[in-house]
């Protein structure tokens, strides 16, 4: 039997960094508002780099840690919601910069929870044999959807990229178990990007509506509710108890958020790692933002017992057991 192992990771970020005080200067917003109802300080805004600019510093990070050859390279998997064009693919534009001309490339959209639905591909085609290695890519570029009228969602949001590289394993280690899931019902609470179906022979608008939309306190309700849930049955299949667990690595949309799963929990709260203060909610980036800031900070360590955790828009989650 296979496993799938995180054997490197890698990010990139805009050098632009828009402070809380900067949003309050276009935003009838203030510094203690944001910080308070969310944890964040700061954001990276994109200064033109789109999401496959992003991804591609991220997979050129991943490719010099681990040494591996572009061309051993055998899937490639972005996770998006801002992609640079509808199609092509991210990952087939990734796959082209990186020079990984034997990969399989595709692009997953699962919102915030997309890392996690791309993780969970990935370990699907190593573990059934099919592939060796696989690099997962979360990138967004959010501030070209954000709407500046709406205070309530701009402030939230910031762009950035990171991921990891997959390899197959035959030791008992990498993604051991997870647990992931979808509400379609609940779809309109958050959203981005319709597209009308208008065309020259109807009369329905052609004018698409980029930006997010967001009802914030649905959100709220469903993070809360949904996550405890989702990591107390991946701990129930995996047959773990939460002190056997080193890390949580969330979803970095919200500190409160992350305050609330912590007591749902009966977890301490310094388990859960965060760096929405730097970054904002970046959705499918904001996970392996995390990660790769712990591997670099040597918090992560081998052997050490981690869950991830994801949420978003759909509405979407997923959980991952991870052994390093
Ligand atoms: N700055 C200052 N005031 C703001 C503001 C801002 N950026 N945004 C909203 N406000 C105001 C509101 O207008 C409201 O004022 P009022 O009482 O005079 O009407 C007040 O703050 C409270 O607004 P409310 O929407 O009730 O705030 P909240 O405590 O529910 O917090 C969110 C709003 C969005 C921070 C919160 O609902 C949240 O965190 N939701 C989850 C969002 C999320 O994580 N989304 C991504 C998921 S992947």
Redesign the pocket.
């Known amino acids: 039997m296979y496993f799938s192992k995180i054997s490197a990771t890698g990010s990139c970020a805009p050098d632009k960094i828009v402070t809380n005080d900067d949003l309050s200067k276009i ?4 510094d203690e ?2 910080v308070s ?2 944890g964040i300080k700061r954001r990276h805004f994109s200064s033109g780099e789109n999401a496959s600019d992003l991804a591609t510093g991220a997979a050129e990070e991943i490719i010099k840690r681990s040494g591996i050859d572009p061309l051993d390279i055998e899937l490639i998997i972005v996770a998006t919601v801002s992609a640079d064009y509808t199609t092509p693919s991210t990952a087939c534009l990734v796959q082209a910069n990186i020079g990984a001309a034997n990969a399989v490339a595709f692009d997953v959209g699962a ?2 929870a997309g890392f996690m639905f791309g993780l969970s591909v990935a370990d699907k085609y190593i573990k059934c044999g099919v592939y060796k290695n696989a690099i997962i890519i979360g990138t967004e570029v959010l501030s070209k959807y954000l709407d500046f009228n709406d ?2 969602t701009c ?2 949001f910031g762009d950035g990229a990171a991921g990891v590289l997959l390899e197959r394993t035959e030791e008992q280690e990498g993604i051991l178990c997870e647990e992931i899931g979808s509400d379609g019902f609940k779809a309109m609470a ?1 959203t981005k990007g319709f597209s009308p179906a208008g065309n020259v022979f109807n009369n329905v608008s052609c004018e698409a509506d980029r930006s997010m939309k ?1 009802d ?2 649905a ?2 309700d469903f ?1 809360t509710r949904s996550v405890p849930v989702s990591v107390k049955k991946l701990l129930e299949k995996s047959g773990r108890f939460t002190d056997e667990i080193d890390f949580v690595i969330p ?1 970095q ?2 500190s ?2 992350v305050e609330i799963i912590s007591r749902k929990l009966k977890m301490p709260l310094d388990k859960f790692y965060m760096n929405m203060d730097e970054y904002g ?1 970046t ?1 499918s980036a904001s996970i392996p933002l995390a990660l790769n800031e712990m591997v670099e900070k040597g918090i992560i360590k081998k052997g050490s017992l981690c869950i991830f955790t994801g ?3 759909g509405l979407t989650w997923g959980s991952m057991l991870v052994k390093f």
Not at 27 to 30: G, I, K, L
């Open positions: 935003v009838d917003t203030n508002w944001i109802r969310s919102a915030c205070r309530g402030v939230l958050l967001m914030g306190k959100i709220f993070a979803h949309a919200n409160r958020i909610n959705s949420f978003g828009a």
